[in-house]
């Protein structure tokens, strides 16, 4: 058994708070007034009312969450939806801790991004700009188009992907800007000599500057980001699990493709 505060420093450790982008609402979310010992976590991409109820099933002490549950300095502010306040209030009232890692952990060296680069074997990498949401790389080879397409749909466990094909032709990819989530503001701080733009979703007017400025883009969508839910499972049994049990909500794609 550990507190909530052992287990958010572990986390900190790893995923410091200071790397929280500005603009971000990373950390504590909720904090139990009852659960400070911690016997069971619960990982999870979004915290809704299906992963709660699971969590007050299995005695959940603690849940994290990659998106903020409370995107905002507090749930009362105007932006929150009554969704999402209606689920902060059931939460409080089953007393579950929440946290979250969202931007920490975009930009830190084991973060979405680098597993990307990783599962892809892109080399040479470097972060695009201050917030470092967004790394390029390059291929040690010339990587065919539907080779990178396959691999991505395997990986992330989507039928489909999107793709903004301005002058690819079927092998010519070395070098690759990518980005988890929806982070499509990022294309104005790429030059245009980059191959190739994986992220996850991307608004019109950004593909619309894509398309004009005749950079490639792949849209993986979002679910990409339940690689979270993975690694961040997986790196809590490594480090807890002789004193914590951990769980991982496993989210289907909420998109289905016809
Ligand atoms: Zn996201």
């Not at 929150?80 to 007393?95: F, G, H, V």
């Not at 930009?107 to 599962?119: D, F, Q, R």
């Amino acid at each position: 058994m550990l507190t909530i505060n052992n287990i958010i420093n572990v986390l900190e450790t790893y995923f410091p708070l200071k790397d929280v982008c500005e603009w971000d609402f990373s950390g504590i979310q909720i904090k139990s007034k009852t659960k400070t010992n911690i016997n069971k976590i619960l990982v999870c991409l979004d915290v809704t009312n299906e992963v709660l109820t699971e969590a007050i099933n299995n005695n959940i002490d603690l849940i994290i969450s990659h998106h903020p549950l409370v995107f905002a300095k507090d749930i009362n502010q105007s932006n929150i939806s009554n969704w999402k306040k209606e689920l902060y209030s059931k939460i409080l009232i089953a007393d579950i801790n929440v946290y979250s890692l969202h931007t920490n952990f975009d930009i830190s060296l084991v973060g979405m991004n680098m597993l990307m680069a990783k599962e892809l074997k892109i080399k040479n990498i470097h972060f695009i700009n201050e917030e470092k949401l967004a790394i390029v790389g390059k291929f040690d080879r010339q990587m065919p188009l539907k080779e990178l397409i396959n691999n991505l749909k395997k990986y992330f466990n989507v039928a489909n992907i999107q793709l903004v094909n301005n002058k690819l032709s079927d092998n010519n990819i070395v070098t690759v800007a990518l980005s988890a989530g929806a982070v499509g503001d990022i294309i104005s701080n790429l030059s245009n000599n980059i191959d190739l733009l994986i992220t996850g979703e991307m608004k019109w007017n950004y593909i619309m500057e894509a398309k004009d400025r005749k950079i490639n883009v792949i849209l993986v969508g979002h679910y990409m980001e339940q690689k979270f839910v993975d690694f961040l499972f997986q790196l809590l049994i490594e480090k807890l699990s002789t004193k914590v049990k951990v769980f991982k909500y496993n989210l289907e794609n909420p998109i289905t493709f016809f």
